[in-house]
């Protein structure tokens, strides 16, 4: 499946695929493909500062998230408990979910890495497609993201 996919009838699965294209984009080291669905968006993680557009995101995945031989993070983040608060009449919605980061390499078993909430506001343009408008990304709890998470660069 790709992003030429056919959106499921509905906001409802038009959103979910939306959030769940996050997760594949960036569970496949597809940074590009992670940042274009932030196009006209902004992105902020952990109460950073926040990045606005694909170049932004693109940019800032690249700088934070490790990846290795198979160019992927070896990351599977799982989204769980997706409330959506749809306003059909405004073309807008809103979401929350839950997710949960399972990393696992040759030296270091699968685990869970991390786990939080995303907070969504989304769009629907003129032809009736659902846009990603804001993420806030919101880790409650981390394991060992030595192998996820890039050292600071001072």
């Given at each position: ?83 959506v ?41 003129p ?22 998470v890039r050292?600071?660069?001072?």
């Amino acid at each position: 499946m790709d992003d030429a996919s056919p959106a499921p009838a509905g906001p409802y699965g038009q959103i979910a695929n939306l959030i769940a294209r996050y997760a594949f984009a960036t569970d496949d080291g597809d940074f590009p493909a992670l940042g274009r669905l932030f196009d006209q968006a902004t992105f902020t993680l952990n109460h950073g500062e926040p990045a606005y557009g694909a170049a932004a995101v693109t940019a800032l995945a690249q700088r934070v998230l490790q990846t290795y031989e198979d160019g992927t993070p070896r990351t599977r983040h799982v989204t769980t408990n997706l409330l959506v608060d749809i306003d059909e009449p405004g073309g807008t919605a809103r979401s929350r979910s839950y997710f949960t980061v399972l990393q696992s390499l040759p030296a270091f078993p699968l685990q869970p890495i991390a786990a939080g909430h995303y907070q969504d506001r989304f769009t629907r343009d003129p032809a009736g497609a659902w846009h990603f408008t804001a993420r806030a990304v919101h880790t409650d709890f981390t394991g060992d993201t030595s192998h996820h998470v890039r050292p600071p660069v001072h």
